[in-house]
């Protein structure tokens, strides 16, 4: 049952068909396994693909509002670090930030309007936040299956939201193609090892 | 089945209509509100189709409330304006079945040409409108719509907006009540509304009447007291917001935000300081609190409402928080380092993209209107001078026709997506043919709806339960319509596209381009197997000709683009584009 009863907000950022909306739904159902409210909603663009896209998963005892307040999220996961440092403003003092290794260049990028940031890390770190890169790809294409690697991220994100790990592997089980579920149960180990690299926080 | 679930809010109406034992569901794609049919597909018990527009859908779940069962139809907010003509009419002849429209708003304009407040249809056309504020109440609001459908022989909105549609949180499921429809009764004195629409016209105001009182004590318009020194009066979503932000505060929680409940509303303005009215939008309830004359305890009514908030796009908790205590909302970094924005583009190997490449070479005024293919409005392409409304493009490219039919004939071109084309497309076209225009439109036939997430429609031989069915010959139809000149291309080959645009606008009659090729997101076209391309650096000239296909998977911000292997799907259009040869198949 309900090891901790404070709750999360978690916000998972990324472009438009990256993936966000699996491993969102993933954390908002393992919440609802250990018996919390949950809320959850994402925030795109038109309906194409390749915007900016986030989802806010919130759980507690309560939950009213499914969109987060800024400054008042836990953990964002980023499965692409522009992204990350978009959305960086809704992340508490202090909170995790949590940035796959991955960079897109946006159209007006292309257009050579203007440039990628350099030192996102550096910059998120010098904010006082816990920021952790993840080379997810590498990782899981050395697992055999680059499509691996949200699982891998969604891993170091789980070991920081005090769900324990028996709903997340219930969860993965009722949601993902058994053909898949072992590689991908294999990645959330991984992803939970790395987790540790990361300073607890308060 | 685990009993409690977490569902949208579209979802959760799909689950609250078959509850309430619906026997017919109708609607039309558009976002937010294309899940609502999507999942009552689902159930085998339900009649449910995609129709080919939001008035058909309307006039056909209509049509089965006046045989006797409980329907409904569900369309996003801009739908309601084309249902609206049959929409206004149906208060006078009332329902036999229960019948539920769906509107499904889109404050934020997330994915919408406009931003519109739709509660002001059920002001307009004096019936009742329900807002849930969660899923577990949109689940619970079908069902009570109905009931009041039936209990007052009217039609019933509602509402969501797109956080409550696409919102999911915690909804615990019920049983359902099934019973047949009930016999069909003929009553023309009811239903042929012009003959005796003068009588019909009183009961409008009589049971407008009746609903009022019955506001006053509609259980899920809901007071809850606290502190006396705030009271909120909200709805829908902004209910959450607001809670979020005065945890303490009493509140009075509209569930049905017309008619409005005068007396309770009295009650507790006179309990509390000072109100607030939380709502999206318009000042749909602040005016109507300011026209029943309610009052405070010390007179005069001491609200903020409007005053503090914008009438524009979505509300959030933060803004909720930032328009009553001043504390704002914490700022992105962008002030201290550049974030650039990231606009969302067409798919690799968009077959739209070599449609908009051509008619930007040739440099013609397009007009267009509502799908993906509105993106050719933004670079490489630039390509798309207007988009309105579903259909709109046709009738507008042809109106700029009539001005400078000289000049401009030989350079206008509509453009319209297959399943728009169906939806509101066909008529303005019959509309150029009658009246001797010359236009030249471009059907752009991906072979599905695709912006919406690729649901069925008449052109493509399947039904919303992916049965056969008879598909459009869209040839055939277009010729039965009078258009003489009709050409089939392929948008990949760029030659032969051009080619036919050329002849279609040279011509001093209509001329219809038909642009075939699948969306390149159907589950079809990504089984198939795709061959990646590569930039060979060596023989790149770094002229960036290629970036003109506007190809996501090309990463043009160095010198040298850069092609990811993993987004691009091969189509060839990049190396069609390539002078230098420096774009090939990478060898398998
Ligand atoms: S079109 Fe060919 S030469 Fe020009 S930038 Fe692209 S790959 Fe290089
Ligand atoms: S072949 Fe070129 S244009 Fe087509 S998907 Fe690949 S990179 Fe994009």
Known sequence: ?202 | MNSKQLLSGNEAIARGAWEAGIHVACGYPGTPSTEIIENLARYDDIDVEWSTNEKVAFDVAYGASLAGARSLVSMKHVGVNVALDSLMVTPFSGVHGGFVVITADDPGMHSSQNEQDNRFFAKFAKIPMLEPSDSQEAKEFVKIAFDISEQFDVPVFLRTTTRTSHSKSVVEFSEAKRTPPQKYKHDPQKYVVPIWGKRRRQNIEMRLKKMEEFAETFPENKIEWNSKKIGVITSGICYQYAKEVFPDASFLKLGMIFPLPKKMLEWFCDGVEKIYVVEELEPFLEEQLRLLGVKNPFGSLNLSGKDVFTNMFELSPDIVQHAFSGNGEKKSFDNEIAIPPRPPVMCPGCPHSGVYFVLHKLKTVVTGDIGCYTLGALPPFNALDTTLCMGAGIGNAFGMEKVHRATMGKKLVAVIGDSTFLHSGIAPLIDIVFNKGITTVVLMDNSTTGMTGHQQHPGMGKTVRLENTYAINYEQLISAIGVKHIRVVDPYDLEATETAMKEALALNEPAVVISRRACVLLEEEKAKTHYPYEVLGELCEECDLCLKIGCPAIDGSQAVPFISKERCIGCDLCAKLCNFDAIRMIEN
């Open chain 1, 1 to 202: 049952m309900m090891k901790n009863n404070i709750g999360k907000n978690i916000l998972f950022a990324g472009v438009g068909g990256q993936g966000i909306l699996l491993i969102s739904e993933l954390t908002a159902r393992a919440a609802i396994h250990t018996d919390f409210d949950v809320k959850k909603t994402e925030v795109h663009g038109a309906a194409q693909r390749g915007g900016s896209v986030v989802s806010h998963v919130r759980f507690a005892e309560k939950v009213y509002s499914p969109i987060s307040k800024t400054g008042e999220v836990d953990i964002l996961l980023s499965l692409e670090k522009l992204e990350g440092l978009r959305w960086a403003h809704y992340v508490k003092d202090g909170g995790i930030i949590l940035l796959n290794n991955e960079e897109r260049s946006p159209q007006p990028m292309t257009e050579k309007k203007v440039e990628y940031p350099q030192n996102i890390e550096e910059f998120l770190s010098s904010k006082g936040y816990n920021v952790q890169i993840i080379d997810a790809v590498s990782m899981a294409s050395a697992m055999g299956n680059y499509r691996a690697a949200n699982t891998i991220l969604l891993g170091a994100m789980a070991s920081h939201t005090g769900i324990d790990d028996e709903h997340w592997f219930a969860v993965m089980k009722e949601n993902l193609n058994p053909k898949i579920l072992e590689l991908n149960l294999q990645a959330f180990e991984m992803g939970k090892k790395l987790s540790q690299k990361v300073l607890s926080v308060a």
